[in-house]
């Protein structure tokens, strides 16, 4: 609910008002005093809360449910300190000017609108009170002294998993379930919701409540795109491994402990995958083949290889991530960079290191109409995506000399080409004959020869038959084995290790 009788003046730069390591007894007075002058009228408020136990968090989650508009909130699972906390909430800042604000100190908003005028006309003024955004390094480099130590489990390295979250709240509970369901101890969560309208936000905090000192919970003020969310879960990441969590998937109990025995025992292993299983939006399970008929460790050369063939990992959530190796590299983002913003990671990280595979399925992806896979599949993407890419595949592989991922270069080409012929069917049969009519045309567009493949004239008999015939047609084209969904599983390439 939004009670806020100030009305945003869009003249105005934005200020971003950082409330963070807070006096308890003056929090709330405070807060109210900032939501209840008129002068400063373009704000937002950033609370960090540093694991408090005093009350603080409540009275942030009061202010919280009166201005949600306003503001935008992180809870810490462990005290980082004053100087921690600073930098964070300046990185979550939207504005053009910060105001922080800590231990008791009091808003002035008559000074800062002042002052920010002031700023704004002349670029060299500078205030004790009000910051430029662009001034986080000067005021806010990180005291690594103030960090509390990581907790260990069993001398069991953290593994963070990353949760980012957009009115997912019919599938959260059971995402969140499964998170603290794990077999291995010493994780942390780092989740953030984009301003669900949904259930959501009362889901997440249910849990923070259970897990305070496992979770970390943000909660951005207005949608801010994908990037925002993910940016959120990355700058609270502190484990040695993490994952990319998807909070409509499903994690099986033995997940993260399987991926960590992997990459503990083979250091030069620069990720972890597992195979997965598909989950419908009712929690109908489908099983899917592992890509591998065993796990295994694959050298990084001929996995990069593979993925000039295959994408082999078709969710994020089914990989765990070294972050020593990782946090230089590609990172997610929106539809296009979240759907093979991971794979170029992915075949980077091969270019590198070797690829631990698990063949279990111990991820269940959930597929459904709102779903990143979903609006993939129906812009095209798995197949004019993967195009594009495995031409910045042979770009990198060539200027690092891997000759036996170029020299697949063509051959990925015509296999695309039959997968848009695959995805022609599957659009068919999920009775989209728009969308499979336009993979019919790709998949000859990628590869000419394609007209003479028994499949595609098939197809193309399909498209130029009447109802009662193409019903027969769909019926022969999805029991064609491997045709609908890849229905074998493949050796390991040359060299890899049996685990």
């Known amino acids: 609910m939004n009670t806020d009788?100030?009305?945003?003046?869009?003249?105005?730069?934005?200020?971003?008002?950082?409330?963070?390591?807070?006096?308890?007894?003056?929090?709330d007075r405070c807060l109210a005093s900032i939501f209840n002058q008129s002068v400063l009228k373009n704000?937002?408020?950033?609370?960090?809360?540093?694991?408090?136990?005093?009350?603080?968090?409540?009275?942030?989650?009061?202010?919280?449910?009166?201005?949600?508009?306003?503001?935008?909130?992180?809870?810490?699972?462990?005290?980082?300190?004053?100087?921690?906390?600073?930098?964070?909430a300046m990185q979550m800042a939207k504005g053009r000017y910060c105001v922080p604000l800590h231990l008791d100190q009091a808003f002035l908003p008559e000074y800062v609108i002042k002052t920010v005028k002031t700023m704004d006309l002349d670029p060299y003024v500078k205030s004790s009170v009000v910051y430029r955004s662009v001034e986080v390094d000067e005021i806010a480099s990180p005291d690594i002294s103030s960090f509390a130590p990581l907790p260990s489990v069993l001398t069991k390295p953290l593994v963070s998993i990353l949760c980012y979250n957009y009115n997912y709240g019919q599938y959260l509970r059971q995402c969140l379930e499964s998170i603290f369901a794990q077999s291995y101890e010493n994780i942390e969560l780092c989740f953030s919701d984009n301003a669900s309208t949904d259930e959501s936000w009362a889901i997440a905090l249910e849990f923070v409540r259970k897990y305070p000192d496992k979770m970390i919970l943000t909660r951005n003020r207005k949608n801010f795109g994908p990037d925002a969310n993910f940016a959120n879960c990355r700058r609270n990441k502190s484990g040695k491994y993490y994952i990319n969590f998807c909070s409509d998937d499903v994690l099986e109990p033995e997940y993260v402990e399987r991926c960590v025995f992997a990459l503990e025992k083979y250091p030069n292993a620069g990720l972890a995958m597992v195979n997965r299983a598909i989950l419908d939006e009712n929690g109908n399970r489908t099983e899917e083949p592992p890509f591998y008929n065993k796990s295994c460790i694959i050298p990084g050369e001929e996995q990069a290889a593979v993925y000039m063939m295959a994408g082999v990992n078709p969710s994020v959530s089914q990989v765990m991530y070294r972050c020593a190796i990782v946090d230089t590299r590609t990172v997610t983002g929106g539809l296009v960079a979240r759907y093979y913003g991971t794979r170029i990671l992915d075949f980077n990280i091969s270019t590198d290191f070797d690829i631990a595979y698990i063949k279990e399925p111990l991820l269940l992806h959930r597929l459904h109409s709102q779903s990143d896979t979903s609006q993939a599949d129906s812009n095209l993407l798995p197949v004019i995506g993967m195009y594009v890419l495995n031409h910045q595949f042979g770009d990198i592989a060539s200027v690092r000399s891997l000759t036996k991922v170029t020299d697949r270069l063509p051959q990925s080409i015509e296999k695309l080409a039959n997968l848009s012929v695959r995805y022609s069917v599957r659009s068919l049969i999920s009775k989209d004959e728009s969308t499979a009519l336009r993979y019919f045309h790709l998949a000859v567009a990628m590869h000419p020869k394609l007209v003479d493949d028994p499949a595609w004239k098939l197809l193309q008999d399909y498209f130029e038959a009447d109802s009662a015939l193409k019903s027969n047609i769909l019926e022969q084209l999805g029991s064609s084995n491997n045709l609908a969904a890849r229905a074998i599983s493949y050796d390991p390439p040359p060299g890899s290790i049996h685990i």
């Not at 009788?5 to 929090?27: F, G, K, R």
């Not at 202010?63 to 809870?75: A, E, G, P, Q």
Request: aromatic share 10%; net charge negative.
């Open 43 to 88: 704000f937002e408020v950033i609370i960090i809360d540093d694991a408090t136990s005093d009350g603080s968090w409540n009275i942030a989650m009061h202010f919280l449910d009166r201005y949600s508009n306003r503001i935008s909130v992180n809870r810490n699972r462990r005290v980082l300190g004053h100087r921690a906390n600073l930098r964070h």
């Open 5 to 27: 009788p100030v009305m945003n003046d869009p003249n105005e730069p934005l200020v971003s008002i950082l409330v963070y390591n807070y006096d308890m007894q003056y929090l």
